[in-house]
């Protein structure tokens, strides 16, 4: 099974490719990608697989292959958004859909997986378990669409689920894993500071928003100094500050946002407490009213340790030309709605490197730039093949 499933996915390298550039020359956004959706379900049309659309939130796709003989049940999560990104990218393949773009590398995460589903359906009477091809909708977005498919109960059948991320830390053919807390946790916040409005020059008649609302993204900053455990991780970025105003007028509101990344559960409790307190103390200290939203967007990614350990053995095992190094990556500080996959089963979120040839210093996913070796689509295919052969012991 194992080697027919290399032979197959190399035969279909192109293929792959082929997929990935269409897709990336028709991207669309998270919540509205429809046509995506409706590209990836006739893609399995005449295959004999039960296919459910609309699933979660949003057009969520899952695809089941059942196996010849009972065993394991494990998913396998791709995500097909794209971002509100124009593109600058010099590739004959660039987005058709001005202001939109595949710079995350969703992409390459569906085309692998089409190849590899497909295969999996032909080999299925050889598979000992039922496989659950996961096409999510919309992971830039909070609420995202992982949250909603495991709410929608269509996995709770599901031992474990195994996704990728397309990453440019390394040569295609570099594959790397990371047990425990491996991706932040994200929340959104937002601050409507209102004072009392005045003449420049009689501030003692007003109440300036402006100078609170300084104050607060100052003292925001000592939650992260001053009350987060050193060896513990968070980060706390106000982005967007709207006091816009005349320059003789004092301003009787501001707006703030803020985004706050952390690696832990703990870590997140501790940061909303403590941007709550600043908040109400806000209101004491000068005279304001403060009207806060605070979101918990994506929890952190915890990779299950021993089922990683696992991951990790099966891909050094390989012994495949295309697979050359597996190694520990960092925890990353992007946030990844596959954390909720991972919540409730135990589960692996690893990395494919996918640095561009000849490239020193590549783009980061997100960048307009951004490119991928489309040599890494088969490593990709390879990997998480591996992974699936060796969970259900298949030589």
């Given at each position: 099974?194992?080697?027919?499933?290399?032979?197959?996915?190399?035969?279909?390298?192109?293929?792959?490719?082929?997929?990935?550039?269409?897709?990336?020359?028709?991207?669309?956004?998270?919540?509205?990608?429809?046509?995506?959706?409706?590209?990836?379900?006739?893609?399995?049309?005449?295959?004999?697989?039960?296919?459910?659309?609309?699933?979660?939130?949003?057009?969520?796709?899952?695809?089941t292959?059942?196996?010849?003989?009972?065993?394991?049940?494990?998913?396998?999560?791709?995500?097909f958004?794209?971002?509100?990104?124009?593109?600058?990218?010099?590739?004959?393949?660039?987005?058709?859909n001005?202001?939109?773009?595949?710079?995350?590398?969703?992409?390459?995460?569906?085309?692998?997986?089409?190849?590899?589903?497909?295969?999996?359906?032909?080999?299925?009477?050889e598979?000992?378990?039922?496989?659950?091809?996961?096409?999510?909708?919309?992971?830039?977005?909070?609420?995202?669409?992982?949250k909603?498919?495991?709410?929608?109960?269509?996995?709770?059948?599901?031992d474990?689920?195994?996704?990728i991320?397309?990453?440019p830390?390394g040569?295609?053919?570099?594959?790397?894993?990371?047990?425990?807390?491996?991706?932040?946790?994200?929340?959104?916040?937002?601050?409507?500071?209102?004072?009392?409005g005045?003449?420049?020059?009689?501030?003692?008649?007003?109440?300036?928003?402006?100078?609170a609302?300084?104050?607060?993204?100052?003292?925001?900053?000592t939650?992260?100094?001053?009350?987060l455990?050193?060896?513990?991780?968070?980060?706390?970025?106000?982005?967007?500050?709207?006091?816009?105003?005349?320059?003789?007028?004092?301003?009787d509101s501001?707006?703030?946002?803020?985004?706050?990344?952390?690696?832990t559960?703990?870590t997140?409790?501790?940061?909303?407490?403590?941007?709550?307190?600043?908040?109400?103390?806000?209101?004491?200290?000068?005279?304001?009213?403060c009207?806060?939203?605070?979101e918990?967007?994506?929890?952190p990614?915890?990779?299950?340790?021993?089922?990683?350990?696992?991951?990790?053995?099966?891909?050094?095992?390989?012994?495949?030309?295309?697979?050359?190094?597996?190694?520990?990556?960092?925890?990353l500080?992007?946030?990844?709605?596959?954390?909720?996959?991972?919540?409730?089963?135990?589960?692996?979120?690893?990395?494919i490197?996918?640095t561009?040839?000849?490239?020193e210093?590549?783009?980061?996913?997100?960048?307009p730039?951004?490119?991928?070796?489309?040599?890494?689509?088969?490593?990709?295919?390879?990997?998480?093949?591996?992974v699936?052969?060796?969970?259900?012991?298949?030589?």
């Open positions: 099974m194992r080697s027919k499933l290399m032979e197959m996915l190399e035969s279909r390298k192109d293929e792959m490719i082929e997929i990935r550039r269409h897709l990336h020359e028709n991207p669309e956004l998270s919540f509205k990608e429809e046509k995506t959706a409706q590209y990836i379900v006739d893609f399995y049309k005449g295959k004999d697989v039960d296919v459910q659309s609309n699933v979660g939130n949003g057009y969520g796709i899952i695809v292959i059942k196996g010849g003989k009972p065993g394991k049940n494990i998913g396998l999560r791709a995500d958004d794209a971002l509100p990104i124009v593109e600058e990218t010099d590739v004959p393949y660039k987005s058709k001005e202001g939109v773009m595949h710079a995350c590398g969703h992409d390459g995460h569906t085309a692998y997986l089409l190849v590899l589903a497909d295969c999996l359906i032909q080999l299925k009477d598979i000992p378990g039922t496989i659950k091809i996961i096409h999510q909708h919309a992971e830039e977005v909070p609420p995202g669409g992982a909603s498919i495991v709410e929608s109960g269509v996995l709770d059948d599901l474990h689920v195994f996704g991320h397309l990453l830390m040569p295609a053919g570099v594959v790397g894993y990371h047990a425990g807390y491996s991706f932040n946790g994200r929340a959104y916040m937002k601050l409507v500071i209102q004072g009392r005045g003449h420049g020059s009689s501030p003692h008649l007003a109440n300036d928003a402006i100078v609302g300084a104050h607060f993204v100052t003292a925001t900053q939650i992260i100094s001053r009350r455990n050193p060896f513990d991780v968070g980060v706390i970025t106000i982005g967007s500050f709207d006091g816009k105003g005349t320059f003789n007028v004092i301003k501001v707006e703030l946002e803020g985004d706050i990344r952390y690696m559960i703990e997140r409790e501790l940061i909303a407490k403590e941007i709550k307190r600043l908040a109400k103390g806000l209101e004491e200290e000068f005279g304001v009213t009207d806060l939203t605070y918990n967007d994506y929890p990614v915890y990779n299950d340790p021993e089922v990683t350990e696992k991951v990790a053995q099966f891909l050094k095992e390989a012994n495949d030309k295309d697979i050359q190094e597996v190694k520990e990556f960092p925890a500080p992007p946030s990844e709605d596959f954390a909720y996959y991972a919540e409730k089963f135990p589960s692996c979120f690893f990395y490197a996918c561009p040839k000849g490239v210093k590549p783009y980061f996913n997100h960048n730039k951004f490119d991928i070796d489309e040599d890494a689509l088969l490593v990709a295919a390879k990997a998480v093949g591996y699936v052969c060796g969970f259900y012991e298949l030589d």
